[in-house]
């Protein structure tokens, strides 16, 4: 004998249709996990972990020229591969969260120094001294278009 059939609820039948949807968490997936007893202790010595590809000069760069250590204990993961076929390897690094911030500040203080010039109608000019900000002018007889009545310098020119 056949057992009658039980009819499954709605809730039953969408928890069996969907155990993981396409759209949510993508991102997540393409990181590469730090082993959590790792980013615990690198947080204890303030240090920010990153990945790093061993391409071209990137781990040099960043090892040598810059303030990034390799983070001892971790073993390189394979990421991809070369155009040659060999094994593209990501190595974990950090760098004290303090050089982060002011690498930061640098970059973020020259942005702001071009938008303030912006407002003023200035442009950084490169002089004997560094950069520093000149009033835009016009090139071989270029007129400067500015709408008046605003306080942005537009450096739109037409040369002629």
Not at 11 to 25: G, K, L
Not at 68 to 85: A, C, I, L, Q, R
Request: charged content about 35%; proline content about 6%.
């Amino acid at each position: 004998m056949t057992e009658p059939r039980q009819r499954q609820g709605r809730q039953a039948q969408t928890a069996q249709r969907r155990r993981r949807r396409d759209d949510v968490a993508t991102g997540a997936a393409l990181k590469l996990a730090i082993p959590p007893e790792i980013a615990e202790k690198l947080a204890k010595e303030g240090r920010a972990p990153r990945w790093v590809n061993d391409q071209g000069r990137r781990m040099h760069q960043l090892t040598k020229l810059d303030d990034y250590d390799k983070v001892p204990g971790v073993d390189p993961v394979p990421v991809g591969t070369t155009e040659d076929g060999k094994p593209l390897l990501a190595y974990l690094c950090s760098k004290p969260i303090e050089f982060i911030a002011e690498d930061r500040k640098k970059a973020d203080a020259r942005r702001r120094t071009v938008e303030q010039g912006m407002v003023k109608g200035q442009s950084l000019v490169k002089t004997a001294d560094g950069e520093v900000l000149a009033p835009i002018q016009g090139q071989k007889g270029a007129e400067v278009y500015v709408v008046e009545g605003t306080r942005i310098g537009r450096g739109n020119q037409v040369i002629e």
